[in-house]
């Protein structure tokens, strides 16, 4: 079931959470670990920006905590399930605004587990949105650093 839930009487719940169990015990075996894995990445969606205290988002004049950083270098690896590769991109774009990207990657998450969209070509999709959100707030530093650095 759900950890922290208490399964009997549920007199303690609220009425959303009453609603959400309903919806949890009519679903089928499959479906209730797509529901279970769904709201772990958004419960470690919830997490990271709760800690991500510096907001470096300069479009909107926020002064950045720590200088903007490249993007890291984690290796995808093989058979990376989605959640897995959002975690993965979240510590590779660590200066993100994960704000700005939710949606293109919950329905990315969606596509995937409601729809059957094979997990290579969601991951494929969630690198570029990464990609592209950090291009968009920080400019592509990578490949314009290295020519600056190669014409001096």
């Known amino acids: 079931m759900f950890p922290g839930v208490m399964p009997s009487g549920g007199n303690n719940l609220s009425k959303k959470e009453r609603a959400l169990l ?17 709201a772990e990445f958004l419960n470690s969606k919830a997490e990271s920006t709760d800690k991500d205290v510096s907001e470096t988002n300069t479009k909107n004049n926020k002064i950045p905590s720590q200088p903007v950083s490249k993007p890291l270098s984690i290796p995808r690896p093989d058979d990376e399930s989605v959640i897995k590769a959002i975690k993965r991109l979240t510590a590779t774009y660590p200066m993100v605004d994960k704000e ?21 070509a969601v991951i494929d999709e969630l690198e570029i949105v990464f ?22």
Request: no cysteine; charged share 25%.
């Open 22 to 38: 309903k919806l949890y015990k009519a679903l089928g075996d499959s479906d209730q670990k797509t529901l279970v894995a769904f």
């Open 100 to 120: 700005q990207i939710l949606h293109p990657i919950s329905n990315l998450m969606t596509a995937h587990m409601m729809q059957g969209k094979p997990a290579s």
């Open 131 to 152: 990609l592209n959100e950090y291009k968009v707030q920080y400019g592509d530093q990578t490949d314009s650093n290295n020519n600056k650095k190669s014409d001096k």
